[in-house]
């Protein structure tokens, strides 16, 4: 099969590090050309990776608005090279559509939805484009099923519809669980883009609370990096939160850590989140859509933008070392039923189904 992922850039991301792991699986597992097309094809990390495994990345312009309507005739004449084009982020889930029906292919869209909602279902004007939109698919994945309870709820039970958990390679990730008896110094990390939808505002309240033998890493980057760091010299912790940007050697620095976290205001399934299951030390996550499914019962939940609450968790995990491990042991239990073996295998079958390959 020729196949053909659409992404509007390679920035941090859920998608995009979703695609770094599953794209060059798709072309290993039998005959399949597995190529990427993306909007904004400014070089990142993300993209040095995948090009140093192979995959061959088109780029439709080097920056400038992706929602440029000039994408969309941009888009033909890679549509009809491909045996699925399989689409990710709203710009590429819109444009796709049209770009189709402009170049007269007959070949099956797909598109993944990374999230539990968006800012764009709030607006009712646009639910007819919604609707429209994902009509066109003839495969529309969901990586949770909270996340597909939601589409439905939005434009109504469809056929097309499905649920195919995303995935990490967890073996990168998987260490042995720390022993943290008689330690006096522990390091919190959360590794998330630092954007609006991720609550990095009650973390560093939190870090407020906690006495000064607590320190925060700040893995990702995103346009709430200056407003965070002009909190963080409000609340006087500046020596006490590293902002370490984006980075591609996360299992090591969770390896250095003591508590993994993320909060959230709403998730779809976070990679991260599995990552930080994974590496033996307790996770932590606001209680929201997303994270409330993937950490319950195995991680610890607080309530969402309780910053008093998560400081609380945090000197609990640490000043009870059985406890910790407990949960550090549960944790790398659930993130192993996420493996991106599994995720590869289900698109390929979807994939076959929707080409008529047995």
């Known amino acids: 099969m020729r196949i053909l992922h659409v992404i509007t850039s390679l920035q941090t991301g859920g998608a995009e590090h979703l695609l770094v792991d599953l794209l060059p699986r798709l072309r290993a597992s039998g005959r399949n050309s597995v190529e990427l097309l993306v909007f904004n094809g400014r070089q990142t990390p993300f993209m040095e990776v995948l090009q140093e495994k192979g995959i061959k990345i088109h ?51 797909v598109t993944t939805e990374h999230s539990s909602n968006n800012r764009r279902r709030g607006k009712w004007w646009l639910h007819p484009l919604d609707r429209w939109m994902y009509n066109r698919y003839a495969a529309v994945v969901c990586i949770a099923d909270k996340p597909r309870r939601n589409l439905e709820e939005h434009i109504g039970k469809k056929r097309n519809i499905m649920t195919i958990p995303n995935g990490v390679d967890t073996e990168r990730f998987i260490r042995p669980v720390k022993d943290i008896t008689g330690q006096t110094e522990f390091v919190i990390t959360m590794v998330a883009g630092l954007r609006v939808e991720k609550d990095h505002e009650t973390v560093l309240r939190a870090i407020k609370r906690l006495p000064a033998n607590y320190r925060l890493q700040l893995v990702g980057g995103g346009v709430k990096e200056e407003s965070l760091r002009q909190m963080c010299a409000e609340l006087g912790i500046t020596e006490r939160v590293d902002f370490m940007g984006v980075r591609l050697d996360v299992p090591d620095i969770l390896e250095q850590s003591d508590i993994v976290l993320l909060s959230s205001h709403w998730e779809g399934l976070s990679l991260s989140s599995i990552e930080g299951m994974a590496s033996g030390r307790p996770f932590i996550a606001s209680d929201v859509d997303g994270l409330r499914e993937m950490v319950g ?4 939940l607080f309530k969402h933008g309780d910053d008093e609450e998560l400081a609380s968790k945090i000197v609990h995990l640490c000043e009870h070392p059985d406890e910790y491990r407990e949960v550090a042991q549960r944790c790398q239990e659930k993130a192993r039923q996420y493996d991106i073996s599994v995720t590869v295998n289900r698109y390929l079958d979807l994939y076959k189904r929707l080409c008529h390959i047995k």
Not at 75 to 81: E, H, L
Not at 86 to 96: D, G, I, R, V, Y
Not at 297 to 300: M, N
């Open 59 to 109: 780029k439709l312009s080097l920056g400038g608005c992706v929602y440029n309507p000039l994408n969309i005739f941009r888009m033909t004449r890679y549509i009809v090279q491909y045996d699925i084009i399989h689409t990710h982020n709203t710009a590429c889930q819109l444009f796709a559509p049209w770009a189709k029906m402009f170049s007269f292919a007959r070949k099956p869209l």
């Open 297 to 300: 019962g195995a991680g610890v």
